[in-house]
């Protein structure tokens, strides 16, 4: 006897672009599992350390593999095929999911499908319900990403602005180091602005479009500090929670005035938020305020799949295996870019 049933397009993703190494599996677009491995060893350093990176990737990444494959209660003969992050990421921590895919997939016969990281932060809202209508903007801001997207389809994206420097989860770390916060000081100074009040002005940087600057803020934080420890040598201490919070209030009104902006221009009502910084209280609060001020409708994902993971991969894997888009055992990641 036959079985005629289509056999379910199980995906095992892996995700190692920076310092989180995951793996997830995806049946049919459905995530079943995501596991992540964090690094919190670069917290001694206050930043990633590359080095120090791969190394945990290459350490972690069976155990996480194992992981994500027995809590979806799959064996690794169901895998059908097998999505990575080529790019754009650290290329020490990339290259260790790179040579896993590819030698999963080569052992068990499997196409390969590369995935590019920033197109998977936008897609990681398909992950879940209330899935964003195109076309779409997605706000995406992490430490290493502040980008604004015009999203027309699943694969068909278009940058509309970009950071010409520091990305916002960077503006938060950098200042919360200089307050003499842990790293990383974003959920740090998320937590002091709740107690504070947004009563000290730091600057707009004027940049023109739909581009964000975000050094300018860091040498103004600098420099206020500076003048004002010397007046008041326990200035830090007593002003701390106001501090974050003008802080916290600069960083979002920079993010939310170019995202209305690019609204505006662009006539797009449907508005997303992706990457880990959009954990913060007050970029959620401001969203959900200037959303319902210009009529948007807005979808921010679970925290889990707007930090860095696997199953966000997985998701976007899937979308290239349904237009049978896949890669050959030669593809090499890379470090910079959109679409590679
Ligand atoms: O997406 P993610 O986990 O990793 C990448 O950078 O790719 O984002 C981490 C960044 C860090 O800069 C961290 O400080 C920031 O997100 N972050 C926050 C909050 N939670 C995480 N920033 C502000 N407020 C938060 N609650
Ligand atoms: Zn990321």
Same mark, same amino acid.
């Given at each position: ?7 379910? #397009? ?26 992540? #491995?964090?690094? $919190?060893?670069? %917290? ?5 350390? =590359? ?16 992981? #994500? ?13 097998? #999505?990575?992050? %080529? ?41 879940? $319900? =209330?899935?964003?209508?195109? =076309? ?7 430490? +290493? ?30 200042? +919360? ?49 500076? $003048? ?40 797009? %009502? ?5 990457? +880990? ?39 976007? +894997? ?23």
């Amino acid at each position: 006897m036959t079985n005629n049933m289509p056999v379910p #397009a199980t995906i095992l993703a892996i995700e190692s672009s920076c310092d989180d190494t995951s793996a997830a599996v995806i049946r049919d677009g459905v995530v079943l599992s995501n596991c992540v #491995a964090s690094q $919190d060893i670069h %917290r001694l350093y206050g930043g990633v350390v =590359p080095e120090v990176a791969s190394r945990a990737h290459q350490a972690n990444i069976i155990p996480v593999v194992d992981q #994500a494959l027995k809590s979806a209660g799959i064996d690794k003969q169901a895998v059908t095929a097998v #999505a990575f992050t %080529r790019g754009p990421g650290l290329m020490g921590s990339l290259l260790v999911g790179t040579s896993f895919a590819k030698a999963f997939a080569l052992s068990f016969d499997l196409p390969l499908i590369e995935v590019n990281h920033m197109q998977a932060h936008v897609l990681a809202h398909f992950a879940e $319900d =209330p899935k964003p209508e195109f =076309p779409f903007l997605c706000l995406t801001v992490s430490g +290493g990403h502040t980008q604004i997207i015009r999203v027309n389809d699943y694969l068909d994206m278009e940058v509309l602005g970009e950071t010409i420097d520091d990305a916002a989860g960077e503006a938060f770390d950098k200042t +919360g180091k200089i307050l003499g916060l842990g790293y990383p000081a974003g959920p740090l100074i998320d937590r002091h602005a709740r107690d504070g009040e947004a009563r000290f002005a730091f600057p707009e940087p004027a940049i023109p479009g739909l581009n964000f600057s975000f050094s300018g803020l860091k040498t103004a934080i600098l420099y206020f500090l500076r $003048d004002q420890t010397a007046k008041q040598p326990d200035f830090v201490q007593e002003n701390l929670a106001d501090i974050c919070a003008s802080i916290q209030h600069r960083i979002v009104t920079i993010l939310l005035s170019k995202l209305r902006k690019a609204a505006r221009q662009t006539g797009i %009502r449907h508005i997303a938020l992706a990457g +880990g910084v959009s954990a913060n209280s007050g970029l959620r609060q401001a969203l959900a305020d200037m959303g319902a001020r210009e009529g948007w409708t807005t979808y921010v994902p679970r925290l889990e799949f707007c930090t860095d993971n696997a199953a966000m991969i997985g998701i976007t +894997g899937y979308f290239k295996y349904l237009r049978g888009e896949f890669c050959g055992q030669d593809a090499s990641p890379y470090a910079r870019g959109f679409t590679g």
